[in-house]
């Protein structure tokens, strides 16, 4: 959380992440601010006098368990003691927390939103019948009857349209079985060196983006599965670049990726000379329109998380997450307790099994789904 603004924005994805764990997470939740000018990083009860009423309110909500990362450029003497007494309040707080977040307590959230949407099912069930109850006693012949059924079926076909769109026929069996990039996907490091993915290691800087026409770089922090092995199939993107030459992005069908301006979605989505992708011409992104899609088996996969959510991928700007309906902010916010777990603890998984924070993440992709049926915009 920052704490020189809070936007509608990031407002609404903490409400959004709570209603996503439900309201015995906020037992479990610690903030931590970021981009804190000196004075409230040595102070505390400054930083939460200068916070907006709402911060505030969510602070109590949590019972005022926060800290500040602090800005290295100011602290950036080895062994600061300021540096250290926030990374040892924040060890305290996770230690003070009686309880884990459990699978079950999780698991009421998610049965309480499958109630809800089952809710809406039967209203709208109930609906249809009642209006077509009305229609056939007010039919004047068979076939205005007919036309009748025929609205009635169409309109019953677009909601199973929009159900299937929203992944919920295939909920029960749904994994985060996407391979992500392939091996020889290209990344770039910190130091300027163009490298596979497969090559990639943990604390490893990778571009992924741009600020004032510079590239900003974002540290590899886990490994959501790998295997150097396994065959999958992939999607290739190709787009033309402004100097005229061929690109191509090897993700995929389900990964998530940034078109259009409004926020991310779908690989498998994407349509040749209509939708845009954003490319890097070596000082800012640029929307380039993608010009052939093609299926392609190739082995191993590799899928990074960084601590931005983004990365920069055979040149084209991806996020970090798949499968589920495409919420960059809203998965941004689901991850940063393990982003804070692995400051403290560094992560050395690596294996083709889903990693097991993102199973538990998964537990919850109805919840993310009814969100998608909803069209709530993907910018969330």
């Given at each position: 959380m920052e704490a020189t603004r809070f936007t509608k924005e990031q407002k609404d994805t903490i409400n959004q992440i709570v209603k996503f764990l439900g309201q015995d997470s906020l037992n479990h939740m610690i903030a931590v601010f970021s981009k804190c000018r000196k004075a409230p990083t040595i102070d505390p009860d400054l930083l939460f006098n200068s916070l907006a009423q709402e911060q505030k309110d969510f602070l109590n909500s949590i019972d005022n368990r926060f800290t500040v990362s602090p800005n290295l450029d100011i602290f950036e003497e080895p062994d600061d003691p300021i540096v250290e007494r926030h990374v040892k309040n924040l060890k305290n707080y996770i230690v003070d927390i009686p309880a884990f977040y459990t699978t079950a307590s999780f698991e009421k959230i998610r049965i309480a939103r499958e109630r809800e949407l089952q809710e809406i099912e039967e209203w709208e069930r109930k609906t249809e019948q009642f209006q077509a109850m009305i229609a056939r006693e007010g039919f004047r012949d068979d076939s205005e009857r007919r036309q009748w059924n025929e609205t009635q079926e169409n309109t019953k076909?677009?909601?199973?349209?929009?159900?299937?769109?929203?992944?919920?026929?295939?909920?029960?069996?749904?994994?985060?079985?996407?391979?992500?990039?392939?091996?020889?996907?290209?990344?770039?490091?910190?130091?300027?060196?163009?490298?596979?993915?497969?090559?990639?290691?943990?604390?490893?800087?990778?571009?992924?983006?741009?600020?004032?026409?510079?590239?900003?770089?974002?540290?590899?922090?886990?490994?959501?599965?790998?295997?150097?092995?396994?065959?999958?199939?992939?999607?290739?993107?190709?787009?033309?670049?402004?100097?005229?030459?061929?690109?191509?992005?090897?993700?995929?069908?389900?990964?998530?990726?940034?078109?259009?301006?409004?926020?991310?979605?779908?690989?498998?989505?994407?349509?040749?000379?209509?939708?845009?992708?954003?490319?890097?011409?070596?000082?800012?992104?640029?929307?380039?329109?993608?010009?052939?899609?093609?299926?392609?088996?190739?082995?191993?996969?590799?899928?990074?998380?960084?601590?931005?959510?983004?990365?920069?991928?055979?040149?084209?700007?991806?996020?970090?997450?798949?499968?589920?309906?495409?919420?960059?902010?809203?998965?941004?916010?689901?991850?940063?307790?393990?982003?804070?777990?692995?400051?403290?603890?560094?992560?050395?998984?690596?294996?083709?099994?889903?990693?097991?924070?993102?199973?538990?993440?998964?537990?919850?992709?109805?919840?993310?789904?009814?969100?998608?049926?909803?069209?709530?915009?993907?910018?969330?």
């Open positions: 076909k677009n909601y199973d349209q929009l159900r299937a769109k929203a992944g919920h026929d295939a909920v029960d069996n749904m994994e985060f079985e996407g391979a992500c990039f392939a091996a020889d996907s290209k990344v770039t490091l910190q130091n300027g060196k163009v490298t596979k993915i497969s090559e990639l290691i943990i604390g490893d800087y990778v571009c992924c983006g741009f600020e004032n026409g510079k590239k900003i770089f974002s540290e590899v922090f886990l490994f959501i599965h790998a295997d150097h092995d396994t065959v999958a199939e992939f999607q290739l993107i190709d787009f033309m670049k402004q100097d005229g030459s061929q690109g191509t992005l090897c993700v995929t069908p389900e990964h998530h990726i940034f078109v259009n301006g409004d926020g991310t979605d779908f690989a498998k989505n994407v349509i040749p000379n209509k939708i845009q992708l954003f490319i890097s011409n070596g000082e800012k992104l640029v929307p380039v329109t993608s010009t052939h899609i093609s299926k392609e088996r190739r082995k191993g996969y590799y899928s990074p998380l960084t601590r931005s959510g983004t990365i920069l991928v055979d040149e084209v700007l991806c996020s970090c997450y798949a499968s589920a309906p495409p919420y960059q902010a809203l998965f941004n916010f689901a991850f940063e307790p393990l982003k804070i777990y692995t400051k403290i603890f560094p992560s050395n998984y690596l294996d083709k099994e889903i990693h097991p924070y993102v199973k538990l993440l998964n537990r919850g992709h109805k919840i993310v789904e009814f969100l998608y049926y909803l069209n709530i915009p993907r910018s969330l």
